[in-house]
């Protein structure tokens, strides 16, 4: 890995990342919006006027989510999401896990219009996640201020989660007092690790966030309570692996075969 992202990594938890393929991410972005336009009906041609100005649409509750989920929808059954973004990424995902890895299943779509109050509040992904893997938050748009997320470093996650177990007002004061905001235009992505606190603040600006998070693991190493199976689906397996995976499943159809003699 990039010794400048390997440093940050280690030292706060987090590094901001540039595409290493863009006409992959335009192309991704692109079939989000031609879905999106076709839901919402929207004629013209301008992704980043269409996204940042989605707000101008006046959609809430179950109509909101109901538009939202078809696009939800359409990202899990036609995108292959988790592959796309690898492909997007790929040393850089490969440099952090390793040659075998797993992606998560589904991944999230945020639209975060502004004064929309149900933003996520201070939390972490692991546990319930496991520490051992990454989430790749990939803005759509231009993010900035409170139309994006923030978090806490890592020194200041570990601090954070001392005072938690002590004193809630305590914590979160400490985590206003040190939070990040994450500022990144589109062409870059945020890598950070699942145990840092983070959140989302009500969206005060004048422009929706659209953006994309998913996590990536390492095929060996620890689950947390998100089962392999359930939750993940197959990307890579190094040349090793395939081998040592294909003679395990011999080994085994042998061995079957002989009990059951
Ligand atoms: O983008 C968001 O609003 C939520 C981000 C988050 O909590 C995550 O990616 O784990
Ligand atoms: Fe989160």
Redesign the pocket.
Known sequence: MNTIHEQNFLEHGFCIIDVENISKLTELREKIFQKAKEVIGYQGNNVEEFFNNFHNYHLEGAELNEKRMSIINYCTQNLDVGKTIYEIFPQTIIDFIGPDIVAQKTT?L?I?QPHDPN??AL?R?SPANSPFEI?V?LPLVDVYKTKS?YLLPLPHSKKAIELLGENYEAFVAFAKQHSQSIEIPFGKALF?WQGLI???PVNVENET?W?L?IRYKNIFSPCGTKGLIEFFDMLRLSPLAKIAFEYEKKSYAQETSETSK
Request: net charge negative; no cysteine.
């Open positions: 999230n945020v975060q933003a996520e939390h992904d989430t938050w997320m950070f983070h959140g989302v966030r953006s998070n």
